[in-house]
């Protein structure tokens, strides 16, 4: 009856005080926290030491939150261009002329070949530029990303498959996200986070960034770079692509790359020692060097259009065969331009565009000064609150607050633990919670009245106070725990923010406001033997 | 001391004669609510209508708002709702979605950057393009109807069948009152108002399942109770409690509304309401339907199977 062995009164305090001593690094700032650590003596083991915190969530921090999504028509353009590329070259070694050239679907290529005995030689060629879809659990499954089929006419379509095409969209977003990162990490921004999110998206989460304006521009370009030949008049076998000058004219250029992007492996902005003018210097590989030292030997006098993104910015003439595998690219670019262009060149080109689907800023004003509406928010609730529970019930009030203070703690500590994220809806979970986690006590509280009002002796109506209310809290707080379950799997960031709150909150208030208070009150009612509910 | 009692003990009030009033009210207002929902809607926010939206703050005295409307109409971004808040120069602007797809979207931030930055400081600027929009409108219902769905399963395994009725019953009460606050105070409906709605479910459910509790508790203790004395005396004996939990939420949710910000403001407000309504419909529209419903049928009807009803 209400007896607590000293044993248990200790393992529910010290799960309490450590609890709360979870929270205790989220109080204090990163140096603080850096500083404190240092200062213990060394013979504290590190494990003992709380060092995980609450991490604050953009809105209360500010920055940005941008979301990027694979342009996947962009990537299937690509992809398709690949294949006719690939298509040309089997064709050529095949020596398979089709009828009408190399016609280019939205995903894919179509050839016709009437003839069926080179046909019968062209297709296993054909076949070799399919790849079968690996799963990496299943193993291969068999199916292949293109899909060849022939017409009795000689009509040879080959297409991306869907399953080849979305093997294709989580292959260009993982490749992205790296190329990503080491863009942002080229600039030296400060903590940022890069996440992927379902098949094709990047969510880019840089604190303290104001304007996201120049790391959309700096993710929002492919940079694919490509040293080619401008065409040579009557030339067939040639790509229109606009200049970067002269107003978006078209030039012909040959379709054959003699070295890109990926041949670098060193590119800084610079300036021309003769025009004064921003340019960018690079250094190519050992077989970029070669490939470019061969044609520009073989080319003197023509002119090279270096083309970046599928226009050409500048088409200067090979005076001279460039054999040590450095160069430069001028373009009338600003010296932003060319800070830009040379971190995207190191950090090498983008599978497909990235199209910003979401995006997010806060600045450090409003983070701050909800931060500030939040503290005060939650100290008058837990005013306002305390106050009235002990208005209503005198001591018991006073030991339902001592469970409610906890209960914040608690939510603290865990959070603390779990490294959560607080963002501004939480804040309001946290007030939200501080109103409804005293109803467990009230729940109780009423049944103990109306238990001893029944005629049950204090002691007796105390526990079947407890325990008849416990069913009940158990239900009230399971009812709100499905609302707050569903929400946190539906929501992002600050949303979930609010979810996490008031799922630990539901966690807590029932070991405080059952355990705690039931301990509380045990104590209380052996030490003072009362011959009445104080309330 | 005297210690304070908002609702007196042993009350015993006829709570269920009072459906002659509540009953009506509430089909007039779910009623009003359709039709206001169908005719004025709700004010969609970008999370759900997609579009851009900014927080502006004056550098120095008061915001313009006039000149601010006149230069962001000159922008060509279609019709921007400008609006001011607070008294120390703060300013919302809201662009609707712009055509040509998801890049489209950035243009209108970096005008407006371009044209307010010497005066203006940007709070808060957030952009939602189409595609993310449809997906969060699709997540928000899914959402509700999941939740609607979870807590049919919960009240089935909990409650007998008929509690359960008249429980689900009150939380579509509650959701559909709650939309309708939504569309009288043309507060933004975002994926916060979804969030305010879940937990308002969670309340509504809360308020209803300690009723019912107690509801199921004396139908095992008085077996021959008429069912409407049976309810009245239900919520008679957790009326202090209804009350007291109905205030302390009341009182958190007001410091939130008072101080917690603009951000929160909105939320609050819905909330509180969001607690007005449930507590009325725990007491006067889910107990009172269970007069209709019938509770001692399916008590009966489970009796010769066997079920444990432990009496007192």
């Known amino acids: 009856m209400l007896r607590y062995s000293r044993s248990k009164i200790i393992a529910t305090m010290a799960v309490i005080v450590i609890g709360l001593l979870l929270a205790v690094p989220s109080m204090m700032s990163r ?93 296993p060629k054909l076949r070799e530029l399919t790849q079968p879809i690996g799963n990496a659990v299943l193993g291969q499954s068999g199916s292949r990303d293109i899909e060849i089929t022939t017409t009795p006419e000689g009509l040879i ?18 490749q992205a996200i790296e190329v990503v990162r080491r863009r942002i990490d080229i600039q030296g921004t400060t903590e940022p986070s ?37 065409a040579q008049p009557g030339a067939t076998d040639v790509d229109m692509l606009a200049m970067k000058e002269a107003g978006g004219q078209k030039v012909p250029v040959e379709r054959r790359v003699i070295a890109e992007g990926g041949d670098l492996i060193d590119a800084q902005p610079s300036f021309d020692s003769r025009s004064n003018e921003p340019i960018v210097n690079f250094r190519f590989n050992i077989r970029g060097a070669q490939r470019f030292g061969q044609a520009t030997t073989e080319n003197l006098e023509r002119s090279l259009a270096i083309v970046l993104d599928n226009e050409v ?32 060149l190191r950090a090498g080109a983008l599978p497909a565009k990235l199209t910003v689907v979401e995006e997010r800023t806060v600045g450090p004003g409003l983070g701050q000064d909800s931060i500030q509406a939040g503290k005060m928010a939650t100290y008058v609730a837990t005013v306002l609150v305390v106050a009235f529970m002990f208005m209503t019930y005198g001591l018991f009030g006073l030991f339902a607050n001592i469970a409610l203070l906890v209960h914040v703690g608690l939510i603290f500590g865990l959070m603390s633990l779990l490294e959560a994220t607080l963002t501004l809806p939480g804040i309001a979970g946290i007030v939200l919670t501080i109103g409804t986690a005293v109803d467990s006590n009230v729940l109780i509280y009423e049944r103990i009245r109306e238990e001893v009002h029944a005629g049950r002796s204090i002691v007796s109506g105390i526990q079947a106070g407890f325990e008849r209310a416990f069913a009940t809290i158990i239900d009230s707080n399971s009812t709100m725990a499905i609302a707050a379950v569903i929400l946190f799997f539906l929501g992002s960031g600050p949303v979930r923010g609010f979810a996490v709150v008031f799922i630990l909150g539901i966690l807590t208030t029932v070991i405080t406001a059952v355990t705690l208070t039931r301990m509380m009150i045990a104590l209380w009612y052996h030490w003072a033997r009362p011959k009445a509910l104080p309330f | 001391m005297r210690l304070l009692r908002i609702w007196p003990e042993n009350s015993h009030f006829d709570f269920m004669s009072l459906r002659r009033f509540s009953f009506p009210l509430s089909a007039f207002l779910s009623l009003l609510t359709v039709v206001l929902l169908m005719t004025i809607g709700l004010n969609f926010g970008i999370d759900f209508k997609g579009g851009t939206l900014m927080e502006l703050q004056a550098k120095s005295g008061h915001a313009d708002v006039a000149k601010i409307r006149k230069a962001a109409d000159s922008f060509g971004f279609g019709e921007v709702e400008v609006q001011e808040f607070g008294t120390a120069g703060g300013v919302s602007l809201r662009f609707p979605i712009q055509q040509g797809g998801e890049s489209a979207q950035s243009a209108v931030v970096q005008k407006a950057r371009d044209t307010f930055s010497d005066e203006y400081e940007f709070r808060r600027v957030e952009t939602v393009g189409p595609r993310v929009s449809g997906e969060l409108v699709q997540s928000g219902t899914i959402g509700i109807i999941l939740a609607v769905i979870a807590v049919l399963f919960y009240l089935w395994f909990r409650f007998e069948r008929e509690l359960a009725l008249g429980a689900i019953f009150g939380t579509l009460h509650d959701i559909v009152l709650t939309i309708g606050f939504f569309v009288i105070t043309q507060h933004e409906f975002n994926m916060t108002s979804i969030a305010a709605i879940l937990t308002i479910v969670g309340y509504s459910l809360n308020e209803t399942v300690v009723v019912f509790d107690r509801t199921r508790e004396l139908m095992r203790r008085y077996k021959t109770m008429p069912t409407k004395e049976l309810l009245n005396l239900s919520i008679n004996t957790t009326m202090s409690r209804t009350v007291m939990t109905a205030a302390t939420t009341a009182l958190s949710l007001l410091a939130l509304v008072i101080f917690g910000g603009r951000a929160i403001e909105s939320f609050a407000q819905v909330m509180l309401s969001g607690v007005a309504i449930c507590t009325y419909s725990a007491i006067f529209i889910s107990s009172p339907m269970l007069i209709y419903i019938g509770l001692r049928s399916s008590e009966t009807a489970k009796a010769p199977e066997g079920k444990v009803a432990p009496a007192e």
Do not use: C
């Open chain 1, 31 to 123: 140096e603080q926290r850096l500083a404190f650590q240092n200062s213990l003596p060394s013979w504290v083991p590190s494990w003992l030491v709380p060092s995980r915190a609450i991490v604050l969530g953009l809105d209360l921090q500010g920055g940005s939150h941008v979301l990027l999504e694979v342009d996947v028509p962009d990537l299937l353009r690509t992809q398709t261009t690949q294949l006719r590329d690939d298509v040309r070259r089997v064709l050529r070694e095949a020596r398979v002329s089709p009828q009408g050239g190399i016609q280019l679907l939205p995903r894919g290529v179509q050839i016709r070949v009437p003839d069926a005995a080179e046909r019968e030689k062209l297709m």
């Open chain 1, 194 to 230: 890069i996440q992927r999110q379902g098949a094709d998206r990047i969510l880019v989460q840089v604190p303290g960034l104001q304007d996201p304006q120049r790391l959309k521009e700096l993710l929002g370009k492919t940079a694919k770079l490509e040293f080619r030949l401008l």
């Open chain 1, 313 to 344: 910015v500048s088409a200067p003439t090979i005076k001279s065969p460039i054999t040590g595998g450095q160069g430069m690219i001028s373009g009338r670019f600003t010296v932003q331009q060319v800070n830009d262009l040379a971190v995207l």
């Open chain 1, 157 to 174: 379509t080959m297409a991306y498959t869907d399953a080849g095409v979305n093997e294709k969209v989580r292959r260009a977003t993982e």
